[in-house]
């Protein structure tokens, strides 16, 4: 299984504010997705990042309010814009484990706090 | 559409006692089916996978087993630990090499 790092691990930032959210893989991944994970609730796609191509949103998430670098095959960077409190919330990068069973594995996820 | 439904929590358990987390799952075909493990102030870990029908998952006393029929994945474990305290959460493969998750149930171990 691949080794994931997320930086920051937490952060408390102001609304109106951006924050950028690093994520690092170990080894080459084709497919990288970022989800969040409201508190106390479950965790919902943001989108899938492939490297070579533009991020795909999922239903809900725009690319002005969430965008997303790609920019080699071990490394990802989410951004969330313009922050509101409604974004607080855990956001997690996992990356495919490749294969046919669409596993994924996580990193340890970072804890934004918008006040 | 394609969706994942587990039963809610809190489920509080004794030390020692058997635990079972119910998950069915919607679909079409034959996804591959997740559980998902997240001890406090982590992140997610791959616990068990199942990938076809009948097949069971297993791993740190945890199993759980694909059933076509019922579509269900139900996580058991004969004797929970105090450690075992954390949220579960049930995913199965939703085409595109994306997951779709449960609600997560929480799990309470006491001594």
């Known amino acids: 299984s691949a080794v994931i790092s997320q930086k920051p691990s937490r952060d408390i930032c102001q609304r109106g504010t951006s924050l950028t959210i690093q994520c690092q893989v170990d080894?080459?991944?084709?497919?990288m997705f970022w989800y969040r994970q409201q508190p106390g609730q479950s965790l919902t796609l943001i989108a899938t990042a492939n490297q070579g191509s533009e991020a795909t949103y999922e239903s809900g998430f725009v690319i002005d309010k969430f965008p997303i670098s790609r920019p080699n095959l071990t490394f990802s960077t989410l951004t969330v814009s313009n922050m509101s409190p409604e974004d607080s919330s855990i956001y997690l990068c996992?990356?495919?484990?490749?294969?046919?069973?669409?596993?994924?594995?996580f990193g340890p996820g970072t804890r934004l706090t918008v006040t | 559409g394609d969706s994942v439904t587990q039963m809610e929590g809190p489920v509080t358990l004794s030390e020692e006692a058997f635990l079972t987390i119910n998950c069915t799952y919607t679909?079409?075909?034959?996804?591959?089916l997740f559980w998902y493990v997240q001890y406090p102030g982590e992140g997610l870990q791959l616990l068990l996978k199942a990938t076809k029908a009948d097949d069971k998952g297993s791993n740190k006393g945890f199993e759980a087993t694909y059933r076509k029929e019922t579509t269900s994945v139900h996580l058991e474990k004969g004797s929970v630990q105090v450690s075992d305290s954390a949220v579960y959460f049930c995913?199965?493969?939703?085409?595109?090499?994306?997951?779709?998750f449960g609600t997560g149930t929480r799990l309470q171990v006491f001594p």
């Open positions: 679909a079409t075909g034959y996804p591959s």
């Open positions: 080894s080459q991944v084709t497919m």
């Open positions: 996992s990356v495919g484990a490749g294969g046919a069973t669409y596993e994924q594995y």
């Open positions: 995913a199965r493969g939703g085409g595109g090499d994306k997951l779709i």
